[in-house]
């Protein structure tokens, strides 16, 4: 029971180019999301899936795109990278949305644009 | 709408001694409260939360938390400080009937031997 896994740990990209950011867990949960994580900001969500096939905006959805493959999988994808999407940027998931449960955190993947 | 507000980007306390981290919350709503700790390196992991019930609210690793309505805080406290507590500590609020976890700014926590 790997819980939340993320890929890749880290990566650098250059100002426009693309990447996707892959996220995945093995505990059957509905819900799943994800966050960026900048110094003195706290976590700000990005995007979230409350159950398989649906996506919703979050606080800072600008930039990104997401994609609820399955149940297990949500990708989060920069078409176009800038300097400020440089941050950590962490997948998490829940058993369910808009309630009370708790949210299982995977280990980051840390971006540099540069 | 809610928010969170946590005092003091950073304690330090000595090993042995009493951990008190600050949070106050801002909801329209019944709020529920969580704290989630962070290692260096590694993904968020929950301490404790408070949904409904007892005020007092016990989590992992000997930390705590009371719910204070009045007050509109929900302050995390440990005894006895040790340095495996040397983390980053998070408090965050859901509204009732909301789907979104609201994030403090973080504090991090240094325990000097």
């Known amino acids: 029971n790997a819980g939340v896994t993320q890929t890749p740990k880290f990566q650098v990209l250059k100002t426009g180019q693309s990447m996707t950011l892959q996220c995945a867990q093995d505990m059957n949960h509905n819900s799943m999301y994800w966050y960026r994580q900048d110094p003195g900001m706290g976590l700000r969500l990005i995007y979230y899936?409350?159950?398989?096939?649906?996506?919703d905006k979050g606080e800072v959805p600008n930039g990104y795109n997401v994609s609820r493959l399955n149940k297990r999988e949500f990708s989060l994808r920069l078409e176009s990278a800038a300097p400020s999407q440089t941050s950590v940027y962490f997948c998490?998931?829940?058993?369910?949305?808009?309630?009370?449960?708790?949210?299982?955190f995977g280990p980051g993947t840390r971006l540099t644009v540069l | 709408a809610q928010s969170v507000t946590q005092l003091g980007s950073h304690v330090s306390v000595s090993e042995g001694a009493l951990v008190l981290l600050r949070c106050n919350y801002s909801?329209?709503?019944?709020?529920?409260l969580f704290w989630y700790v962070q290692y260096p390196n590694q993904g968020l992991q929950l301490l404790l939360k408070?949904?409904?019930?007892?005020?007092l609210v016990k989590g992992i690793n000997g930390f705590e938390a009371e719910f204070k309505k009045s007050e509109t805080s929900f302050h995390l406290t440990k005894p006895s400080a040790h340095m495996s507590d040397a983390a980053e500590y998070f408090c965050a609020v859901r509204g009732a009937g909301t789907d979104k976890l609201i994030f403090g700014t973080g504090t991090r926590l240094q325990v000097f031997p």
């Open positions: 998490a998931s829940s058993e369910l949305a808009g309630i009370t449960d708790t949210q299982y």
């Open positions: 909801s329209s709503v019944p709020p529920y």
């Open positions: 408070y949904t409904t019930g007892a005020t």
């Open positions: 899936s409350a159950s398989e096939g649906t996506t």
